[in-house]
């Protein structure tokens, strides 16, 4: 039986992602952390500790009192929050993952830890963009994605370490609000729709990004970790998508449902530029080849899905 420790469990995956493993093999096998204290089901449910990533020992206690033998690190800084706070994005994006990794060689643990479309950067092909292809990020985010796949590789070769990740799209939630991320607005607009809001789009018309439901985005977190390490070629990372669309393409899809809908662009220079160093949309077809992914939801299917789930929770 895994044991595993989620060290982010607040953010917007990990509160996901901890209800799902509990599910799968049992409340007492997940040990849910964060920076702060957390309350409600997560806390309730399960093991929580409280740990400040920076801070190897606060991981090699937590691992050694629970015999853990599987790390999600999710401990990071959101792209548009971390441009803000340059050496506070970089300090918690590879101080964590540093951290993570020493643990793991020690105790012989497996570590997950999300690259991101963001390790990509303006240089990189825009469409289909390839498995392995330029990295030269113009963010700190980006760098620090790009740092934590290679870091994460020299791991593997030089000490054994069993380290996986996937490049990871913009997520889409119907549970968790996001945290500074330049792609949070395609979770935002099905707020304003379902609450009867005009939404001001802070991304222009045209600009295209991979994105992903988060139930797809659980499973690929699962199902890399369960995958036989004799079929991967790549590990760090994978990339992986489920649709691409620009804003008018998701409002439309939205308008189907809300006729009377209103939209209005108001851009946001930070998170425009990050997005248009972005690619268009990823080729994931190593991780359909090598691990079996195969994303569940489309646009249509999702947007049906994030209404239905949003009536409940908002009206």
Not at 16 to 34: F, P, Q, W
Not at 269 to 292: L, V, Y
Request: charged share 20%.
């Amino acid at each position: 039986m895994k044991k595993v420790l989620i060290i982010g469990s607040g953010g917007q995956i990990g509160t996901e992602l901890v209800k799902k493993l509990r599910a799968t093999y049992g409340n007492e096998n997940i040990v849910a952390s964060d920076l702060r204290p957390l309350t409600g089901e997560i806390a309730e449910t399960g093991p929580f500790e409280r740990i400040d990533s920076t801070q190897i020992m606060q991981i090699v206690d937590v691992v050694k009192r629970y015999n853990i033998d599987t790390i999600y690190n999710l401990a990071a800084i959101l792209s548009a929050t971390a441009e803000k706070n340059p050496m506070l994005g970089w300090n918690v994006g590879i101080g964590s993952l540093v951290n993570c990794l020493e643990t793991a060689r020690i105790f012989n643990c497996a570590v997950f830890t999300p690259s991101s479309i963001g390790a990509f950067g303006a240089s990189t092909p825009h469409d289909n963009t390839p498995q392995d292809t330029i990295q030269r990020p113009n963010t700190i985010y980006g760098v620090t994605k790009v740092t934590g796949e290679l870091l994460s590789d020299y791991y593997f070769t030089r000490f054994g370490v069993d380290t996986r990740s996937v490049r990871f799209p913009g997520l889409i939630s119907n549970l968790t609000l996001p945290g500074g991320g330049t792609t949070d607005y395609a979770v935002e607009i099905y707020y304003a729709a379902v609450k009867g809001e005009k939404f001001y789009c802070p991304i222009s018309k045209g600009t295209y990004m991979d994105m992903m439901y988060m139930p797809d985005a659980l499973d690929a977190m699962v199902d890399i970790m369960n995958a036989d390490p004799s079929k991967l070629v790549h590990r760090n990372s994978f990339n992986v998508t489920a649709m691409s669309f620009d804003p008018e393409i998701i409002y439309n899809a939205i308008k189907k449902y809300y006729p009377n809908f209103e939209m209005e662009y108001k851009f946001d220079p930070i998170r425009q530029a990050i997005a248009d160093s972005w690619p268009n949309k990823m080729d994931d077809s190593c991780a359909r080849a090598e691990w079996g992914w195969n994303p569940k939801y489309d646009l249509d299917k999702m947007t049906v899905d994030m209404i239905e789930t949003l009536k409940k929770k908002l009206l």
